[in-house]
């Protein structure tokens, strides 16, 4: 057998110690997925990944019975600070939660305070570096991911300068899932935790000592949610002022889409769904239907082509298109449920839509995943008008359950999403302007097709076969660490590198 491939997976928050966002969603569930490869031949490396997540204090309170594995000091312009780690294994999967007087435990997660928050997250990406040191555990592989735990993947490029026979060999791959946070107001606390400027470097003045920028430089590679994003964040339109560097570093950054969880969102099994189905038979979704519109005191009638919309209230989400293109075709037969919290502009925005037109348009302002999962088992169309998406669950989601998404063409919806032309690829409509009249124009398009049952459900169908699962992506995964390591070895003549 060959030796295995050790992989330290470091991120701010992991479902289901914690989740805030879809950070969670992908570091809950991709370490996982890869633990779970088995190599197909003898031939084939195996994987030893271990996540690394901070301890909160509200990861505390769930009690988990955690064995304290190491206890180490990371360097500090204070003084050194202790720190321990304490272990469980989750399906087999090593999971590390990094203790210390930086990751307070009557904190959030993510505190208002860039000096605060930079300081954890820096203290944290240190101590994992250090835990691979206490358990003489040489990664072959550090995945660190967003600004938060780039700041490993720099002080590893430190690290190397100076030959360290623990981290000789590993290769630095940065996720990068919401480039606009690049870590502003963390340059302190790099400054206090020994990580100085890259003065001499690619990097724009501005950004020398920001976390994630940082990180951009020093990472062997670099992966985006999405093959589209990843070419988007090379634009001025996306690239949050990096674009001309990341330009520089094109060959070294790839795009992989996020993957569902398919076991948690299957409509076989949903329990909150009146009635469960599979694409073979989708004649049970007009039971939801029905529960839905008498839910939202809605006309009940199963052929009104039903349009939902869950999503964050945010202008990123293109929410502020929703109002004016509904109210553009008010004179067609179709009724919408908005569900959704966020910017207070635009939830007033919506509930005015709701006042105009009481016959067809409901909304629901609060986070409701019941309700969510209640609506992608009724609806027939799900709207989803990004300006910028780097993956995008909400289509993947809708169309497990034959929701089709009418979204625009940007970074991981172009990517998952085939536009409606007649053949048999199509999934979904796809537009290209920020335009409430694009917007309208692709519903307009999609209710056309609604009309003709048969063609519509064959649409409904194809969306649900669609292979989303994390098994599929996980597999891209292994082989781009694989072929980072074997890069990584090819530069280390004569060094005892795992084979791969
Ligand atoms: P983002 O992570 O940028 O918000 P995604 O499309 O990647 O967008 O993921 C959004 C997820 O959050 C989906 O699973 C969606 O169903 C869910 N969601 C968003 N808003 C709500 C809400 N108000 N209630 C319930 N679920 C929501």
């Not at 358990?135 to 300068?161: C, F, G, M």
């Not at 990472?219 to 990341?246: C, K, M, N, R, W």
Request: hydrophobic content about 40%; some cysteine; aromatic content about 8%.
């Amino acid at each position: 057998m060959k030796p295995k491939l050790n992989v330290l997976f470091l991120a701010a928050e992991a479902d289901p110690f914690i989740k805030i966002g879809g950070l969670g969603d992908y570091a809950g569930s991709l370490p996982l997925a890869l633990h779970g490869i088995v190599p197909t031949s003898e031939d084939e490396t195996g994987i030893d990944i271990r996540l690394v997540i901070p301890f909160y204090g509200a990861i505390q309170q769930k009690q988990y019975p955690l064995k304290r594995v190491a206890a180490f000091e990371v360097p500090h312009a204070g003084g050194s600070l202790p720190a321990e780690a304490l272990m469980l294994e989750m399906r087999g999967l090593p999971v590390y939660f990094i203790s210390g007087s930086m990751i307070p435990a009557d904190a959030p997660v993510y505190t208002s305070d860039p000096a605060e928050d930079g300081r954890k997250f820096t203290f944290f990406s240190l101590c994992a570096l250090e835990l691979a040191r206490s358990l003489e555990w040489p990664p072959d592989i550090v995945h660190a991911n967003d600004w938060h735990t780039a700041p490993a993947v720099y002080a590893l490029s430190l690290i190397q300068r100076d030959s360290d026979p623990v981290f000789n060999n590993a290769a630095a791959l940065l996720g990068l899932h919401n480039l606009p946070y690049l870590g502003a107001g963390a340059e302190q606390a790099l400054d206090e935790f020994g990580l100085p400027p890259a003065e001499n470097s690619a990097l724009p003045g501005w950004a020398k000592q920001m976390p994630l920028p940082l990180g951009l430089l020093a990472a062997d590679h670099i992966v985006a949610p999405s093959p589209t994003y990843a070419q988007e964040i090379l634009t001025p339109e996306f690239g949050s002022g990096l674009h001309s560097f990341l330009r520089q570093r094109k060959q070294d950054i790839s795009g992989i889409l996020n993957g569902i969880d398919v076991n948690r969102w299957d409509p076989r099994t949903d329990e909150q769904l009146k009635a469960n189905y599979s694409h073979e038979d989708l004649t049970p979704r007009k039971v939801n239907k029905t529960a839905l519109q008498q839910e939202f005191n809605l006309e009940v009638d199963a052929d009104i082509p039903l349009i939902i919309i869950i999503s964050r209230m945010d202008k990123q989400k293109g929410i502020d298109l929703v109002p004016d293109a509904l109210r553009h075709i008010a004179g067609q037969r179709w009724q919408a449920v908005i569900l959704g919290t966020g910017d207070p502009v635009l939830e007033a925005a919506v509930r005015g839509l709701e006042n105009n037109l009481p016959d067809q348009v409901r909304v629901a302002v609060r986070f409701d995943a019941a309700l969510s999962r209640r609506m992608y088992g009724a609806a027939d169309i799900i709207l989803i008008p990004s300006r910028y998406e780097p993956c995008g669950l909400n289509q993947m989601i809708g169309m497990r359950y034959g929701v089709v998404p009418v979204a625009r063409a940007t970074g991981g919806l172009k990517d998952t999403i085939q536009d409606y032309d007649l053949s048999e690829e199509s999934t979904g409509f796809l537009f290209d302007k920020e335009s409430a009249s694009a917007l309208s124009e692709a519903i307009r398009r999609a209710l056309a097709v609604y009309e003709n049952r048969d063609a519509w459900t064959q649409l409904q169908q194809r969306c649900m076969q669609q292979d989303f699962s994390w098994d599929r992506f996980a597999r891209q995964y292994l082989t781009l660490y694989r072929s980072l390591a074997r890069a990584k070895a090819a530069r280390q003549p004569g060094s005892s590198q795992t084979e791969v």
